[in-house]
């Protein structure tokens, strides 16, 4: 990537991550007041090339990510607009103790963009693997969270980051994402899932590198098994979509969530507590790393072991196609 003019347009030719220090060194030159920090892990979360542009305005804390987290509420609370820069698994469980009472409980305009997400660093063993930072980071007041699911989706959600006051846990993985998107305005907005694929008899929820194998799944449904799967990139997993929640649930009776996190608190929780909520019957299933320490390998086969891979989901959607729900499809004995 040396020496790449970046454009917009670039963005179909990056790395999720790489997106991510190019957006924010975009914003950098239009808004003097954003500032970058790092825990020694500028390079691996590519907020390097801010610090190479905006030398003055970059601050490298070492492997002090408390610290980082805590000097990052200050800074905010100084008008500044910080964007901290660390893996996923140091922002949502390393430092949640400064996450939580500096920056959440004081609802401050701190953004923080967490790599590495999910098992996307999957070689690197337990202590890499993060499939409890949704669950964590949902669980934050006045905190949103947000799974991209592509490059330009990642454009979108820092741009998007920037606009909105307050807290802000954006979730993106080591890089090299399946593309999903081939130009910015698709309708982005935090909190409004996106429709990929149109469907009447199943809808699978995706979020992250989740949402291109879904993608792909409904495309063989369609065209082998007459399956009309609906597929709803989940980006926000916080405030999630209910409205778009409850017409998947409403007109096609079948739901399956598919993330890259744990099946307990995450993406497949939020969709089921809306479920529980609406009071509308359907059949639900989640697919995720259940609950366990995952094991250790590439990406790619970890999705495939766990499931969360095109395969995966084409084995669950067909399963699930086979069960009944309820005795009819009257809606009159819903509670």
Not at 221 to 232: E, F, Q, S, W
């Amino acid at each position: 990537m040396a020496g790449l003019t970046y454009t917009m347009l670039d963005t179909t030719n990056l790395s999720t991550a790489e997106i991510y220090g190019k957006v924010l060194c975009d914003l950098g030159e239009q808004h003097p007041e954003i500032i970058g920090l790092s825990a020694d892990l500028a390079k691996s979360t590519k907020i390097g090339v801010f610090a190479k542009k905006f030398p003055n305005r970059f601050f490298n804390l070492g492997i002090a990510e408390q610290n980082m987290f805590g000097i990052a509420a200050g800074m905010a609370n100084a008008g500044l607009v910080p964007f901290v820069s660390t893996f996923a698994i140091f922002t949502s469980m390393r430092a949640l103790d400064q996450v939580h009472t500096d920056i959440c409980y004081q609802n401050l305009n701190v953004k923080m963009i967490a790599t590495h997400a999910g098992l996307s660093f999957g070689q690197a063993g337990s202590t890499h693997h993060c499939t409890e930072d949704l669950s964590i980071m949902r669980a934050m007041a006045n905190c949103k969270v947000i799974a991209p699911a592509d490059g330009i989706e990642t454009a979108n959600a820092v741009q998007a980051a920037y606009e909105t006051n307050g807290p802000i846990y954006i979730r993106i993985n080591r890089g090299f994402d399946q593309k999903l998107y081939t130009k910015m305005d698709y309708g982005f907005e935090i909190g409004k899932a996106v429709q990929m694929v149109d469907g009447t008899d199943l809808t699978i929820i995706a979020c992250g590198s989740c949402v291109y194998q879904a993608v792909e799944a409904a495309k063989i449904l369609d065209t082998v098994d007459g399956i009309k799967a609906r597929v709803l990139n989940m980006h926000t997993i916080k405030p999630i979509d209910v409205e778009a929640i409850m017409k998947a649930v409403h007109e096609t009776r079948r739901i399956i969530t598919v993330e890259d996190h744990n099946v307990l608190g995450g993406l497949g929780s939020a969709v089921g507590e809306v479920i529980a909520e609406g009071g509308k019957a359907c059949a639900f299933k989640r697919l995720g790393i259940p609950d366990e320490f995952s094991i250790i390998g590439l990406h790619e086969d970890l999705m495939s072991y766990y499931k969360i891979d095109t395969n995966g989901i084409l084995e669950n959607v067909r399963e699930l196609m086979g069960k009944d729900f309820e005795e009819d499809d009257d809606w009159e004995d819903e509670v």
